[in-house]
T-cell receptor
């Protein structure tokens, strides 16, 4: 199956710094990527949808200036957590959306565990 | 709003026992239905999809349109089935975005 690679797998940063998370589709093109946040023992919460060549679409309650999303190419989307605070510590997951018809499996990155100290 | 409900956050069974993970979805057109699984320290991955009517690792899921349910079942649970399970309808009017249920943690005890 298709592979979505997320980097880094984990990162620790100081409060006030920025962290960039990359999400790459390795063997297919993704015009859209979804970014999720997952708290411990909870479900995935959609943060935003990144669109190649246009602005990202953010879910209600997600700060656009805090979580900067850039979809630079058909194989790369990035999420930058700016001025990180301890409450931003979480597990961030990207996903390439399913297509249509039978081949509708969504592919997920391995996730990035962010710890802000 | 489109909703997915997985009423049980935790389901604990003994090895060899039958297991059923419940999922109810809100009706909005005819969503495609999926179950995703997340094993410990692994990425989220597809378990099965309704449209394929497949059985993966002994799991099956029956779509009941009248009850808008898509419960996941396995007749004999194994320890390796312990994981988080997410029911996920795909609503085409949502830009092909999966909507995840809250998830059910299945623990299979020896």
């Amino acid at each position: 199956g298709a592979v979505v690679s997320q980097h880094p797998s984990w990162v620790i940063c100081k409060s006030g710094t920025s962290v960039k998370i990359e999400c790459r589709s390795l063997d297919f093109q993704a015009t859209t990527m979804f970014w999720y946040r997952q708290f411990p023992k909870q479900s995935l919460m959609l943060m935003a949808t990144s669109n190649e060549g246009s602005k990202a679409t953010y879910e209600q309650g997600v700060e656009k200036d805090k979580f900067l999303i850039n979809h630079a190419s058909l194989t790369l989307s990035t999420l930058t957590v700016t001025s990180a605070h301890p409450e931003d510590s979480s597990f961030y997951i990207c996903s390439a959306p399913p297509g249509t018809g039978m081949n509708t499996e969504a592919f997920f990155g391995q996730g990035t565990r962010l710890t802000v100290v | 709003a489109q909703r997915v409900t997985q009423p049980e956050k935790l389901l604990s069974v003994f090895k060899g026992a039958p297991v059923e993970l419940k999922c109810n979805y809100s009706y909005s057109g005819s969503p495609e239905l999926f179950w995703y699984v997340q094993y410990s320290r692994q990425r989220l991955q597809l378990l099965l999809r309704h449209i394929s009517r497949e059985s993966i690792k002994g799991f099956t899921a029956d779509l009941n349109k009248g009850e808008t349910s898509f419960h996941l079942k396995k007749p004999f649970a194994q320890e390796e089935d312990s994981a988080m399970y997410y029911c996920a309808p795909l609503y085409n009017n949502a830009g092909n975005m999966l909507t995840f249920g809250g998830g059910t943690r299945l623990m299979v005890k020896p």
